[in-house]
């Protein structure tokens, strides 16, 4: 996309201001960085130095991958941001892959962002075969 800079980093501040802008939960910064030093796909959209969008996902480096975050700042959001970082993750995944391996991906799809994914081959859960997503947060004491 013209006149965005894409970069494979973004700091754990900067993330975390991704994060709040569109409502989700914050943790502190040094887990923030242990994350995002620990991902497998980075991608991040900028405009005048500032990030815009964000996508991010992780892997066993096996057959699993989990598409952790696709963050749009809500004022960039209807641009095809998403949908570029989307395509770049589901682009380097499939570079990723050896002949004959298969991967799965998974994701949570944000309350209502359900159909933006299937447009990228994900299909919702339940189903006949598959169960419910499913997650919870654990907190340290």
Known sequence: MSGYEITD????EE?????KSVEWSAFPLEEAAEGLKNSFI???????GKPIAIGRAISDRGYVVYIADVIVLPE?????????IMNTIMDRIRASLKPGYRVMISLMAAQ??????????FIERPTEFYGCGM?????GS
């Open 112 to 121: 209502g962002k359900e159909g933006f994914y299937k447009k990228f081959g």
């Open 42 to 48: 980075l991608v991040c959209f900028r405009e005048e």
């Open 15 to 19: 993330y975390m201001e991704m994060r």
């Open 76 to 84: 960039y959001q209807g641009k095809g941001l998403g949908r570029e």
């Open 9 to 12: 980093y973004i700091t754990p």
């Open 135 to 139: 997650h919870q947060w654990l907190e």
